[in-house]
C-alpha cells in the first residue's frame, strides 16, 4: 500500500483515537496537577431559623478575581500525586523509619486510602482472573459434549449472569445474603450461628466481592472458548482417537493448544476490567471492609457536597499506570509469539 | 407548647396584620424561567408542584436524590441550567463558596416581605435561602417494649445503653438499637452529632485546622461503639431507607432517625398495627452530662442562581414563593415539619419539634465542613469494626482531611 493511501486510510481511526483517547488523557494529567487558590475566608453572621451564628465563609470578590488570572488553579507539581490519599510517600517514610517488624509497617501502609484501595483491587484482580479463565474453560468443554437439543437453552442461561447490568446483579446478590434473605438465612441454619453475617466481616465481604467477580464474569469467557471449541478439527481429534487418546488426553494435547491464544485475548480484557472494579463496591455496600481505585475516583467525586476534581485526576492517572503495568508481560508475550510467526 | 410552635404561633399574628401577598394563593403573576433542581422526597416535591401552579412562569423540575452531585455544574454554566436550587444547610456550602446562588434582599422586598425572619436564611447581612421546613435526627422508640422491659423512656445515651441492655438481657430483642451508620455520609453525620452533643469543635477558633483528635473525640467515639454492640452486626451498611424498613418490621426498639421519615413510619403502609401505634417521636438525648442534645438541625430551603436573567430570577422567585403557600402547607401538613405559620404540628413533628426546642446545634454551614464530613465517613469504618483505635482513627480522620483541605486551599 502506497504511505498516501496508508495515511488516507488511518486518518480517521488517528482523529479518533486522538480526540477521544489522547485529549482526555492530557486534560486528566494536566488537572491532577493543579489544585484549588488558596481560600480568602472572611468572617460573617449567618443566620437561619435556629438562630445567629457567627461563621467563616469564602470572599467572593476575591476569589473571582483569583479565578480570572488563572481559572486553572495553582499549579502543584506531583504534590497531589505523593499527598496522604496518594503514593504517601512522607507517610509510607514514617512508616519505614518508626515501625520494626513487618506486619508493623505493612498495617501501616494498609490504613493508607491508596494502598488499602490497591491491595484489594490487585487481590480481586489476580484471584478473579485465573479462576474466570478456569471456569469459563470446563463450562465451554462441557456445553460442547451436551446433545445438539440442550445446547440452545444451556448457553442461554449461562449467559444470563454477563446479560444482567452489574450494579443489579450485586444489589440482587446483596439482598439475598443479607441475614434476612435467601443465602444469608440459609447460612445462618447451616452453620447454625445467629450472628454469622456476610456483610458484616471484612474477611467475608471480600470473598463475597470476588465470589461474585467469577459469576459475572465466567459467562464472557465461556463464550470466547465456546466460540474456540467450534474451530477446533475433527480431524485432529478423531487422528487422536485412533491413537488411543482418552477424553483428558485429547483436552490436554489437542484442544488446550487451539485455544492458548483466546486465553491470552480473555486474559488481556480480564486484567483490565478486574483492575477497575466498581459496581459490585457499590452495590455490596462494601465500602468499609474494600475499597478499589475505581471507587476512590468515585468517592472523590461523588463523596461529599465539594469534588476533589485534583485527587480524582492523580488517581486516575496512576489507575492508567498500574493498568500498562499489569498488561505489560502479557503484550511482551504476544509480540515475542507475533514476532516468532513473521520468521 | 414548644419553643418552636410558639415561634410559629407569633409569626402568624404577624403575618395576618400585614398584607398578605405571601399567604395569599391568588395573585401569582410572573413571567419567565423557573427551572427547579431539588432532591426527591414528598414535602420537596409539593413545594415544586405549587410553584408550577404559578400563573405565567415556565416551571420545569428535576427531583433527584443525585441533586448534590450535579448542582455545582449545572448552576455554574452560564445561563444556569436550573434557576432555582434546592438545597440544605450542607449543600448550600458548595454554593456559596462558588458564588453560583444571588442575594434575594431585593426580591423579598419586591415580592414577599411578609416571608417571617425564622426563614430567611443570611450570610454576612444578606439573604441567601428562603428555608420552608426543618429535619433533625431524633429518637424513636416502641413503648410497648420499653414498657415489657420496665425501663422508662431514655432522655440521655447513657439510659439508651441501660435500656438497651434491658431489652437484650430480658430476650426481647436482641438487637434493639438502630441508627443510620452506612459508611460514608451517615456515619460521619453520627460522629458530627455525638460530638457536638459532648460539646466538642472541629476546627481550632478562627482557622481550618481540625481538632477533634482530643478526648472529647474519643468519648464520642467510644459512645458510638457502644450504641453499636447493641445494633444488628450490619450496621455498617444502613442508611435510612435500610432503618426505616427495620423500624417497620419491628426488628428495633430504640431507634435515632431523621425527624422527616416520621410521617412514612406511622402510616398505614409498610408496617403493622402493633409498630405503628407503639412508635412514639421524641427529643435527641443528650449525652456524657451535657445539656445540647446530640444532634443537628437541618433546614431544607430553596435558592435563586446567580448565572441568569433578572426576569427569570424574579420568575424563579415568585413561584417558588407560590409553592409555599398556605395551601400547599395545610395540603401536606404531615409531610414535613414545617416552618411556615400555617403548618399545625402532628405526632409526626413532635421529635424534631423537641430537639429544635432543647437547643440542639444546627449542622454548621462552614465552607470546610464538608471536607470534614467526607473525611469522617471514610475513616471511622476500621475502628467500629474494632479493628484499629480511637487515637488512630482520629488521627486518620485529621490526615484525610488535611489533604483535601490542602487541595481546596483551605490550609497551606
Known amino acids: 500500500m502506497p504511505h498516501k493511501t496508508f495515511m488516507w486510510f488511518i486518518l480517521p481511526s488517528a482523529l479518533a483515537m486522538f480526540l477521544f483517547i489522547f485529549v482526555p488523557i492530557i486534560s486528566v494529567i494536566v488537572q491532577s496537577m493543579h489544585i484549588e487558590h488558596e481560600q480568602v475566608l472572611i468572617e460573617v453572621e449567618n443566620c437561619g431559623p435556629f438562630g445567629c451564628t457567627p461563621e467563616v465563609n469564602v470572599d467572593q470578590e476575591a476569589m473571582r478575581q483569583l479565578r480570572e488570572e488563572q481559572p486553572l488553579g495553582r499549579f502543584n507539581g506531583l504534590g497531589t500525586y505523593t499527598n496522604r490519599a496518594h503514593l504517601a510517600f512522607d507517610e509510607v517514610g514514617e512508616a519505614w523509619a518508626t515501625q520494626d517488624t513487618w506486619s508493623g509497617f505493612l498495617s501501616a501502609v494498609y490504613n493508607l486510602p491508596f494502598y488499602k484501595a490497591l491491595s484489594f483491587t490487585l ?120 491413537d488411543g487418546a482418552g477424553r483428558w488426553q485429547k483436552v490436554r494435547y489437542v484442544v488446550f493448544p487451539y485455544v492458548a491464544p483466546l486465553a491470552v485475548f480473555i486474559t488481556l480484557i480480564q486484567l483490565m476490567d478486574n483492575f477497575r472494579v466498581f459496581e459490585p463496591i457499590v452495590g455490596f455496600s462494601a465500602q468499609a471492609s474494600a475499597t478499589s481505585l475505581s471507587w476512590v475516583i468515585f468517592n472523590d467525586l461523588r463523596g461529599g457536597d465539594v469534588q476533589l476534581f485534583g485527587s480524582a485526576a492523580a488517581t486516575s492517572v496512576l489507575t492508567i499506570c498500574g493498568v500498562a503495568i499489569l498488561l505489560t508481560p502479557v503484550l511482551i508475550r504476544t509480540w515475542r509469539d507475533f514476532n516468532r510467526k513473521r520468521v | 407548647m414548644t419553643k418552636m410552635t410558639k415561634l410559629m404561633g407569633a409569626t402568624a399574628v404577624a403575618l395576618t396584620m400585614g398584607a398578605a401577598a405571601y ?82 434582599d431585593d426580591l423579598i422586598a419586591a415580592h414577599a416581605p411578609d416571608i417571617p425572619m425564622n426563614q430567611r436564611i443570611s450570610v454576612g447581612g444578606e439573604v441567601v435561602a428562603i428555608a420552608f421546613m426543618a429535619n433533625a435526627q431524633h429518637l424513636f422508640y416502641r413503648s410497648d417494649v420499653l ?26 430483642m436482641e438487637n434493639p438499637f438502630i441508627t443510620n451508620t452506612a459508611v460514608g455520609w451517615n456515619l460521619g453525620e453520627e460522629f458530627i ?220
Request: aromatic fraction near 8%.
Open chain 2, 147 to 172: 414498657e415489657a422491659a420496665g425501663v422508662d423512656v431514655p432522655t440521655t445515651y447513657e439510659e439508651v445503653l441501660a435500656a438497651a441492655e434491658e431489652i437484650r438481657s430480658q430476650g426481647l
Open chain 2, 193 to 412: 452529632n455525638m460530638y457536638l452533643g459532648h460539646g466538642g469543635d472541629f476546627f481550632e477558633a478562627g482557622s481550618a485546622n481540625p481538632a477533634i483528635n482530643n478526648e472529647t473525640g474519643v468519648a464520642t467515639l467510644e459512645m458510638m461503639k457502644a450504641l453499636a454492640e447493641y445494633s444488628d452486626p450490619d450496621f455498617l451498611t444502613f442508611a435510612s431507607n435500610e432503618t426505616a424498613a427495620e423500624w417497620e418490621a419491628g426488628n428495633a426498639a430504640l431507634g435515632f432517625m431523621w425527624g422527616s421519615r416520621g410521617g412514612p413510619i406511622l402510616d398505614d403502609e409498610g408496617s403493622t398495627e402493633e409498630v405503628t401505634s407503639t412508635t412514639v417521636l421524641a427529643g435527641a438525648p443528650t449525652v456524657a452530662g451535657g445539656d445540647t442534645p446530640a444532634s443537628t438541625l437541618w433546614w431544607d430551603g430553596f435558592t435563586v442562581a446567580s448565572n441568569i436573567s433578572d426576569e427569570d430570577a424574579e420568575a424563579s422567585f415568585i413561584a417558588m414563593v407560590h409553592g409555599m403557600r398556605d395551601e400547599v402547607v395545610s395540603a401536606n401538613n404531615d409531610a414535613a415539619v414545617w416552618l411556615s405559620p400555617a403548618y399545625k404540628p402532628g405526632p409526626a413533628a413532635a421529635g424534631v419539634a423537641a430537639t429544635a426546642a432543647s437547643g440542639t446545634k444546627p449542622y454548621p454551614m462552614i465552607p470546610f465542613m464538608g471536607l470534614m464530613h467526607t473525611a469522617l465517613g471514610n475513616e471511622l469504618a476500621e475502628f467500629m469494626q474494632g479493628e484499629e483505635s480511637a487515637e488512630q482513627a482520629l488521627a486518620d480522620v485529621e490526615a484525610a482531611y488535611i489533604a483535601a483541605a490542602t487541595e481546596q486551599g483551605f490550609i497551606e
Open chain 1, 123 to 242: 487481590t480481586f484482580t489476580f484471584v478473579v482472573t485465573p479462576l474466570v479463565l478456569l471456569f469459563g474453560l470446563f463450562i465451554a468443554l462441557g456445553v460442547n459434549s451436551l446433545p445438539r437439543v440442550f445446547k440452545g437453552p444451556t448457553i442461554f442461561v449461562s449467559l444470563l449472569p454477563m446479560i444482567v447490568t452489574p450494579l443489579v446483579g450485586s444489589l440482587i446478590l446483596f439482598w439475598m445474603v443479607d441475614a434476612e434473605g435467601v443465602l444469608g438465612a440459609a447460612l445462618q441454619n447451616i452453620f447454625d450461628d445467629n450472628s454469622l453475617s456476610l456483610k458484616a466481616s471484612p474477611w467475608l465481604t471480600w470473598v463475597m466481592l470476588m465470589v461474585y467477580g467469577v459469576w459475572s464474569s465466567t459467562p464472557f469467557a465461556f463464550v470466547v472458548f465456546y466460540a474456540g471449541l467450534q474451530t477446533v478439527p475433527e480431524d485432529t481429534l478423531e487422528a487422536a482417537s485412533l
Open chain 2, 23 to 104: 399567604a395569599d394563593g391568588h395573585g401569582c403573576g410572573a413571567e419567565g424561567r423557573a427551572s427547579i433542581l431539588s432532591n426527591d422526597f414528598a414535602a420537596v416535591n409539593a413545594v415544586s408542584a405549587g410553584a408550577a401552579e404559578c400563573e405565567g412562569a415556565d416551571v420545569t423540575t428535576n427531583a433527584t436524590t443525585e441533586h448534590r452531585d450535579i448542582q455545582v455544574a449545572a448552576l455554574t454554566a452560564n445561563p444556569a441550567e436550573y434557576t432555582v436550587a434546592v438545597v440544605a444547610n450542607s449543600s448550600i456550602v458548595a454554593l456559596l463558596n462558588e458564588g453560583l446562588i444571588r442575594p434575594l
